[in-house]
């Protein structure tokens, strides 16, 4: 986590179920997966455009294309047990804060690999 952040105007506890969200969706994808190494990042920084970023990345089994397109669709899960509300009431939040929440294309790293999925959000400083 970059600790030289600046300061956003948000709603606490609102960020915080963001976060939280995203959090239990890629542990609920790594419940998924068959993989022995299961990784979860979050990572924070500056965009070039001096937004906050908040990225949280897993190595569970990824999305199909059928799941990308819904995914930001309320009442659309691939988790039997969910909802499908979680990803679109994050969205919401972050838009209402004037930031974006966004599916990213997976960056093969040495700790990630090419599966699993990574999501980020900005906040206008």
């Known amino acids: ?4 952040l600046p300061q956003v105007d948000v709603d606490r506890i609102q960020i915080q179920q963001v976060i939280l969200n ?12 068959n993989s022995v190494e299961r990784l979860i990042n979050v990572a924070t920084r500056v965009s070039e455009s001096q937004e906050v970023v908040v ?5 569970g089994p990824g999305l199909s294309a059928e799941q990308r397109q819904r995914l930001f669709e309320p009442f659309s899960s691939s988790n ?9 009431i994050s969205r919401s939040i972050i838009e209402a804060h004037g930031g974006r929440l966004s599916l990213l294309d997976v960056e ?3 700790t990630l690999t090419q599966h699993g999925t990574r999501f980020a959000f900005t906040l206008p400083r």
């Open 1 to 4: 986590l970059d600790l030289r």
């Open 55 to 59: 990225e949280v990345s897993d190595s």
């Open 22 to 33: 995203l959090l239990q969706n890629a542990v609920d994808a790594l419940t998924m997966s």
């Open 80 to 88: 039997p047990h969910g909802l499908g509300l979680g990803l679109n």
């Open 108 to 110: 093969q790293t040495a």
